[in-house]
């Protein structure tokens, strides 16, 4: 699991309610049913009206990514698998691969190798890898942008929700006592609007834009590696060149071992 995400959760829902007890702002205030449902139900209403049903329906997948942890080695066991495949490669030959295919998980990289494996040109290899990897961040964008666009309309919402609220409250003004219970509830759906839109929407659109860059670094490291496969590049060489998307506190394991 991510940790940061629920951290940072937690964090903000803990703020914000400390900070109005801090304030003598009552709790209670909060169970304000119609200010829920103008921002949360409006800030939906907004996305179905923006996005088409397509790609509405990557929500759900969107939060799995968000709480769901990367792989701090990925990179280093890449490096080293690569070493492995080149060494094989040198002594068997570039065809001797193919019994590792069916071991790699990762459909890009496989795609890939068996392109090398199946004799095709580097520059074809090379073009059809990044074009891949075009489209891959063209989606990313795509989904990432709901997030984007729900944290831009919460806070106009819920400017909306205080309005409605504002208006009901001045629609009677003959009990002073009630009037200001009254905008002060009205305020509550600005509160939402605000909370919701930069400490979960924009926060987590910024969240999926660093995993979609490291994914598109790790990828850019798989071209790499197997581009230098069918060159025919030696093991070492190998490793010095994919050293270089490996932060230089992460490289220790490989240079004791090298």
Same mark, same amino acid.
């Given at each position: 699991?991510?940790?940061? @995400?629920?951290?940072?959760?937690?964090?903000?829902?803990?703020?914000?309610? *400390?900070?109005?007890?801090?304030? /003598?702002?009552?709790?209670?205030?909060?169970?304000?049913?119609?200010?829920?449902?103008?921002?949360?139900?409006?800030?939906?209403?907004?996305?179905?009206?923006?996005?088409?049903?397509? @790609?509405?329906?990557?929500?759900? @997948?969107?939060?799995?990514?968000?709480?769901?942890?990367?792989?701090?080695?990925?990179?280093?066991?890449?490096?080293?698998?690569?070493?492995? $495949?080149?060494?094989?490669?040198?002594?068997? /030959?570039? $065809? #001797?691969?193919?019994?590792?295919?069916?071991?790699? &998980?990762?459909?890009?990289?496989?795609? /890939?190798?068996?392109? *090398?494996?199946?004799?095709?040109?580097?520059?074809?290899?090379?073009? *059809?890898?990044?074009? &891949? $990897?075009?489209?891959?961040?063209?989606?990313?964008? &795509?989904?990432?942008?709901?997030?984007?666009?729900?944290?831009?309309?919460?806070?106009?919402?819920? *400017?909306?929700?205080?309005?409605?609220?504002?208006?009901? =409250?001045?629609?009677?003004?003959?009990?002073?006592?009630?009037?200001?219970? =009254?905008?002060? #509830?009205?305020?509550?759906?600005?509160?939402?609007?605000?909370?919701?839109?930069?400490?979960?929407? $924009?926060?987590?659109?910024?969240?999926?834009?660093? +995993?979609?860059?490291?994914?598109? #670094?790790? +990828?850019?490291?798989?071209?790499?590696?197997?581009?230098?496969?069918? =060159? /025919?590049?030696?093991?070492?060489?190998?490793?010095?060149?994919?050293?270089?998307?490996?932060?230089?506190?992460?490289?220790?394991?490989?240079?004791? &071992?090298?």
């Amino acid at each position: 699991m991510e940790k940061s @995400t629920a951290i940072g959760l937690v964090a903000g829902f803990v703020s914000i309610f *400390v900070g109005m007890i801090i304030k /003598g702002a009552p709790l209670s205030s909060m169970a304000n049913p119609a200010a829920f449902l103008i921002i949360i139900g409006g800030t939906f209403s907004c996305l179905f009206n923006a996005f088409p049903m397509d @790609t509405v329906k990557k929500l759900p @997948t969107l939060f799995k990514i968000l709480f769901r942890a990367e792989n701090e080695g990925g990179k280093v066991e890449l490096v080293k698998l690569f070493v492995e $495949l080149s060494q094989l490669a040198r002594r068997e /030959g570039i $065809l #001797a691969l193919e019994s590792r295919v069916q071991e790699i &998980e990762d459909p890009f990289f496989k795609n /890939g190798l068996s392109m *090398v494996i199946d004799g095709m040109d580097p520059d074809f290899v090379s073009d *059809v890898l990044d074009a &891949e $990897l075009a489209v891959m961040e063209e989606r990313h964008s &795509e989904a990432r942008s709901i997030l984007t666009q729900a944290g831009t309309y919460a806070p106009t919402l819920g *400017v909306l929700g205080a309005v409605v609220g504002l208006i009901a =409250a001045l629609a009677d003004l003959s009990d002073v006592n009630k009037l200001g219970h =009254a905008i002060s #509830a009205a305020f509550i759906a600005t509160i939402l609007g605000i909370f919701t839109g930069y400490v979960i929407w $924009l926060p987590f659109a910024n969240k999926l834009k660093v +995993k979609s860059a490291n994914e598109v #670094a790790h +990828k850019r490291m798989i071209i790499e590696g197997i581009l230098s496969l069918q =060159a /025919g590049d030696s093991p070492t060489a190998i490793q010095a060149k994919l050293m270089v998307f490996i932060p230089q506190s992460e490289r220790g394991e490989l240079n004791e &071992e090298g």
